[in-house]
């Protein structure tokens, strides 16, 4: 079972900047397609972004409209999400996800690994 654990949600004022970090047993960004979702309240969860394991980058580009970048550190220990100049709409809770190689990443059911969330909150 592999431990997804988020951080670096809060309080942000539109236009700044945060980056959310998923930490991940030893590997895990090397072998799963890993990804971001989000879910508002009363909504349903969504996906933002994903990397495969070789370093492909997939975005909702509805919602990240060139603002957000997933990544990994340099060791693959740490996969972030840096959200530039976030909106009152990006309000959310934010979920790390892992999911076997060649799974349809912008799909939630692919995913068998959640970490609990981080609670992202835009102020306007």
């Known amino acids: 079972q592999e431990q997804l654990v988020e951080s670096g949600g809060g309080l942000v004022q539109a236009g700044g900047s945060l980056r959310l970090s998923c930490s991940a047993p030893?590997?895990?960004?090397?072998?799963?397609?890993t990804a971001w979702f989000r879910q508002a309240p009363g909504k349903e969860r969504e996906f933002v972004a994903a990397l495969s394991r070789i370093g492909t980058s997939t975005y909702n580009e509805d919602i990240v409209k060139g603002r957000f970048t997933i990544a990994t550190d340099n060791r693959k220990a740490t996969m972030f999400l840096q959200m530039n100049s976030p909106q009152p709409e990006d309000t959310a809770v934010y979920y790390c996800?892992?999911?076997?190689?060649?799974?349809?990443?912008?799909?939630?059911?692919?995913?068998?690994?959640w970490g609990r969330g981080t609670q992202v909150t835009v102020s306007s």
């Open positions: 996800a892992a999911a076997q190689p060649g799974s349809q990443s912008r799909v939630s059911a692919s995913y068998e690994h």
């Open positions: 030893y590997r895990t960004f090397m072998w799963y397609t």
